[in-house]
């Protein structure tokens, strides 16, 4: 079966607005999670979040553009150019006839719909903007990334909340092992600061007063992010044929469902997924250096989280070195498994694993070697990244080092 | 006062699992009423709603049975009788 490699990546997230910036902040152990600046966001439970710093639409825009693009989508076309410009491919007239887009996004234009909502029940106006139904829909990050570099393959958006960008990831893999695209560009993009999404984010009470902590004692809940990651997946053999920078190799993927509950994570479900992307990557458990967690930092994912990395690398889980990045990129929901994938692949490039940052003491219910706030220097082959959804819907990534080139 | 509360808890309590007020005994705990994490914080959002206060997430976790849900609410009504908001004549 064709190999498939990662040739080009780009992350506009709260740690900055390319991926060098990204990766900067992430092997230093330096946390975006700052108090929300998004106007309007006041009056809520919680004060901070992982927000785009400074962002001005007109830096990456043509004034002509921008009312067409909700931030999201401005989001995700960002980092798939910086993703493309970063594979250095050129994207001839086969590849652009062939080539996928596929990305994950699970709230779509939620500051557009805040804003007609606002206009309509607050001021009484009798009409909304034209654009809220193209700037609101969920694929418009894949629609203007399509039209953007002009691939005219298959192009759609998965909603699977936190999971999102990982079942989209995961798909475009296989479409390109497969042989169904020569190209993909895929990851995931979200924006989800607005007043209304905050309030039922509040409502939840899952959300942290303070930071997010995963894995520790004192962890008390996630702190939401924004951004997009998109990373290039091409076939193996074609990249080097035209010895193309390859970051890593993606080289499994796997699927489950919980079909318990639909906001209690099980075990089962999480360790299905881990295990099957395992299977698809034809290697065992023993071979994993490395997991890029879930680890949301709530009080129910991550022992949880822990029970299942347990119960599917056994006595090996010793051994594999763990962290969550969300404590530095926030949980970006729809694009959160793309920051990790990009995260983990980048580990892999450097051989060098990003911490979980703010981490305070160890809880003993959690039976891991987590990286504690320090990136480590580790020989790594194989690594996974897990992300599983509210609603039970899991996925797994495994990601292999690139041969030495 | 305390009864008082404790009757309008229960009476929320009951009309949210949708049993009769009978089955929620005033000492009941989550555990006994077989209250997961969703219905709290659903079970939450109702007290919030009839007692006009604001429970944080502290709080809330630390309430797992009527007596303390009743205590906690008792706690901000007086908090909010000594403190009005702003307007509140």
């Given amino acids: ?86 594979a250095a491919v050129n994207l001839t007239p086969d590849l652009q006839a062939s080539g996928a887009v596929i990305t994950g996004s699970c709230v779509g234009g939620q500051n557009t719909s805040d804003e ?22 969920a694929n418009a990050g894949a629609s203007h990334i399509s039209m953007e570099l002009g691939l005219t393959g298959p192009g759609f958006n998965l909603s699977t909340a936190c999971a999102s960008a990982a079942h989209a990831i995961g798909l475009a893999y296989w479409l390109v092992r497969s042989g169904g695209a020569p190209i993909a560009v895929t990851g995931g993009c979200e924006a989800p600061f607005s007043l209304g999404f905050l309030k039922a984010w509040e409502a939840m009470r899952v959300v942290s007063p303070t930071t997010c902590r995963p894995f520790c004692r004192d962890r008390n809940g996630m702190i939401l992010g924004e951004g997009a990651a998109m990373m290039v997946l091409e076939p193996l053999e074609a990249a080097q044929s035209r010895d193309a920078k390859i970051y890593a190799e993606l080289c499994g993927f796997g699927m489950s469902s919980d079909a318990s509950h639909i906001t209690h994570p099980s075990t089962e479900g999480p360790a299905l997924a881990m295990q099957r992307a395992l299977t698809d990557a034809g290697i065992e458990p023993k071979h994993v250096d490395y997991i890029n967690a879930h680890g949301t930092g709530t009080e129910v994912n991550d022992p949880t989280e822990a029970a299942a990395i347990r119960h599917v690398f056994g006595q090996h889980a010793d051994r594999i070195a763990v962290s969550s990045t969300k404590s530095m990129h926030g949980h970006a929901l729809g694009a959160a498994a793309a920051m990790e994938a990009v995260a983990t692949a980048l580990a892999l490039h450097h051989q060098l694993l990003p911490p979980t940052a703010n981490f305070t003491e160890r809880d003993p219910a959690i039976d891991l070697d987590v990286i504690a706030n320090q990136a480590r220097a580790a020989e790594v082959e194989y690594a996974v990244s897990n992300s599983f959804a509210f609603g039970g819907l899991n996925a797994a990534l495994v990601l292999r080092r690139a041969e030495s080139q | 006062m305390s009864n008082e509360i404790s009757e309008r808890v229960r009476t929320v309590m009951a009309k949210h699992l949708r049993v009769p007020v009978e089955n929620i005994a005033s000492d009941a705990t989550f555990e006994d009423l077989k209250i997961d994490s969703l219905d709290s914080v659903n079970l939450l959002f109702e007290i919030e709603d009839e007692f006009d206060i604001s429970i944080n997430d502290q709080q809330a976790r630390d309430i797992k049975s009527v007596p303390e849900m009743v205590a906690g609410i008792e706690q901000l009504l007086a908090a909010k009788a000594e403190n009005p908001p702003a307007g509140a004549s």
């Fill in chain 1, 1 to 86: 079966m064709p190999r498939v490699a990662i040739t080009g990546v780009g992350v506009i997230s709260a740690l900055g607005n390319t991926a060098a910036e990204f990766w900067d902040s992430l092997q230093q152990g330096r946390s975006g999670i700052r108090p929300i600046e998004t106007p309007g966001c006041t009056a809520l439970r919680f004060r901070n979040g992982a927000e785009v710093d400074a962002y001005d639409s007109l830096q990456h825009f043509d004034e002509k553009q921008v009312p067409f693009l909700d931030r999201f989508a401005q989001f995700a076309v960002i980092a798939a150019r910086e993703a493309v410009r970063d």
């Fill in chain 1, 116 to 137: 007609g909502f606002v206009s309509l029940y607050r001021e009484g106006r009798p009409r909304v903007n034209p654009m809220t139904i193209p700037r609101t829909m």
